[in-house]
């Protein structure tokens, strides 16, 4: 990610940054204003003149998170290349995402806010959800040329990647089991890609 030119950029960059630190070492109670701007190297007035109170902090923090990290799953669809070679790309930069320990450290606390705090999570949910997610689009495009089933992309992409968080994401976010080890990624991507075109392919393509 190219880093931000602009002084009010780079210190909103920091203040994000360091908000993810602190959000992901203490959750969202421990943390303060102070230690944020602190661990930034900006004043804490600062931090309210971008942030105007902590709630904004925290769900600015993880839709950032969000958009980064799905930014590397747009892999365009490719009309001339297999599905299932498709999909395994898309999938193991998936597991690869998610096997990430800030990204599980950051989604754990989040988890956490949104059990406690209902109604904090919802208008972080709605903004997450304005963004198409790239497994979606793919999905979408590859219906549009006929090569998946007809029907609702945003479901088809929930059953695909449900597959693979019931391995590499909640057991780590729920029960604290370490991430899943690189040699175990291919066999889970292989098995949720074979169960997903098993239903979803055209057979008529």
């Given at each position: 990610m190219t880093a931000p030119?602009?002084?009010?950029?780079?210190?909103?960059?920091?203040?994000?940054?360091?908000?993810?630190?602190?959000?992901?070492?203490?959750?969202?109670?421990?943390?303060?204003?102070?230690?944020?701007?602190?661990?930034?190297?900006?004043?804490?007035?600062?931090?309210?003149?971008?942030?105007?109170?902590?709630?904004?902090?925290?769900?600015?923090?993880?839709?950032?998170?969000?958009?980064?990290?799905?930014?590397?799953?747009?892999?365009?669809?490719?009309?001339?290349?297999?599905?299932?070679?498709?999909?395994?790309?898309?999938?193991?930069?998936?597991?690869?995402?998610?096997?990430?320990?800030?990204?599980?450290?950051?989604?754990?606390?989040?988890i956490a806010e949104a059990v406690v705090a209902p109604e904090r999570a919802r208008p972080i949910i709605a903004r997450i959800n304005e963004r198409e997610e790239g497994v979606t689009t793919w999905i979408r495009a590859a219906q549009a040329d006929g090569k998946l089933k007809p029907g609702d992309p945003v479901f088809a992409a929930t059953l695909l990647q449900g597959q693979i968080k019931a391995v590499a994401f909640w057991p780590q976010v729920t029960m604290g089991a370490p991430p899943l080890a690189p040699a175990h990624h291919a066999a889970l991507v292989d098995a949720a890609v074979s169960m997903f075109l098993a239903y979803f392919a055209n057979p008529t393509a």
């Open positions: 030119q602009r002084l009010t950029d780079r210190k909103r960059h920091a203040i994000l940054a360091a908000a993810a630190d602190q959000f992901r070492s203490f959750g969202f109670e421990a943390t303060s204003m102070d230690k944020i701007a602190a661990l930034a190297g900006v004043s804490k007035r600062t931090v309210y003149n971008h942030f105007p109170s902590k709630d904004e902090l925290f769900a600015e923090t993880l839709v950032q998170l969000f958009h980064t990290s799905s930014a590397g799953l747009e892999v365009p669809y490719n009309s001339a290349a297999p599905l299932g070679e498709q999909l395994r790309t898309l999938l193991q930069l998936k597991v690869a995402m998610l096997a990430d320990k800030n990204f599980l450290d950051l989604a754990r606390v989040a």
